[in-house]
């Protein structure tokens, strides 16, 4: 009974509309008081298995060449593993003099990366999934909204690495969404067209499929609008 709690503890997870769960924690940035210290941000906060392993190492080496990209879309990254402070410290230090990953190189890992030796932030996060490991977390990650609520999140078993251009997508198309009140379809990028919500009366139904306004309606639930690129983007990433 004892093992099925434990196991159910580290299972658990918030979900999407949770407040992101509180922690203060030691990284190679200095204290964090999360989410608090990133209040009207967004925040991508991610876990990985281990140091100095070479999935891991991949995915530490993108995320840094992207970490400015990330940020002109006012979004701050934050890792995690349960490896200690100063094997973070070695670990990415070694990526900066040593690693070379497709064609990135001398990256150095600015954003923070927490000690959790003891679990207990992974566990909140449901991090720690025993069918695939008892003492490394997977690699999950959750994203976060300026007030602080979880709005997405994605798990990947230890083996896989992350797709970046996808995590980039679903941050731009989120953030679409709260600004333009849309919503996005199946591989939409910036510049393709948008969801408007479906009609919530029979009235606005028939409206939309013989009114001349700017929608192309395939059916009363269906309906699309163009949303151009620049619009998007001027919107949504910092201006220089």
Same mark, same amino acid.
């Given at each position: %009974? =004892?093992?099925? *709690?434990? *196991?159910? +503890?580290? @299972?658990? %997870?918030?979900?999407?509309?949770d407040e992101a769960p509180a922690f203060n924690a030691i990284t190679t940035q200095g204290e964090i008081?999360?989410?608090?210290?990133?209040?009207?941000?967004?925040?991508?906060?991610?876990s990985h298995p281990a140091d100095f392993t070479p999935v891991c @190492?991949?995915?530490?080496? @993108?995320?840094?060449?992207?970490?400015? +990209?990330?940020? +002109?879309?006012?979004? #701050?990254?934050v890792g995690l593993s349960i490896d200690g402070l100063y094997s973070h410290i070695a670990w990415l230090r070694t990526i900066k003099e040593k690693i070379e990953f497709?064609? %990135? !190189?001398?990256?150095?890992? #600015?954003?923070?990366?927490i000690e959790d030796?003891? %679990?207990?932030?992974a566990k909140k996060y449901g991090m720690i999934q025993p069918g695939e490991s008892k003492t490394q977390a997977v690699r999950a990650v959750f994203f976060i909204d300026p007030k602080g609520v979880i709005r997405a999140i994605i798990y990947y078993p230890l083996s896989l690495g992350?797709?970046?251009? =996808?995590?980039?997508?679903a941050l731009i198309a989120m953030q679409t969404s709260d600004k333009f009140s849309v919503a996005t379809p199946a591989d939409w990028n910036p510049g393709d067209d948008v969801i408007v919500s479906p009609a919530g009366s029979c009235g606005?139904?028939? =409206?939309?499929?013989t009114s001349s306004e700017d929608l192309d309606c395939k059916d009363w639930f269906?309906? @699309? #609008? !163009?949303?151009? #690129? =620049?619009t998007v983007l001027k919107e949504i990433l910092k201006k220089e």
């Open positions: %009974m =004892e093992l099925i *709690q434990e *196991q159910e +503890k580290a @299972t658990s %997870m918030p979900r999407i509309g008081d999360f989410p608090n210290d990133y209040a009207g941000e967004w925040v991508i906060l991610f @190492t991949s995915e530490f080496i @993108t995320f840094a060449h992207l970490e400015e +990209k990330f940020a +002109k879309a006012n979004c #701050k990254l497709n064609g %990135m !190189k001398n990256i150095e890992v #600015k954003f923070p990366l030796i003891s %679990m207990e932030i992350r797709n970046f251009d =996808e995590i980039y997508r606005v139904a028939e =409206e939309r499929m269906f309906c @699309t #609008k !163009k949303l151009p #690129k =620049e």
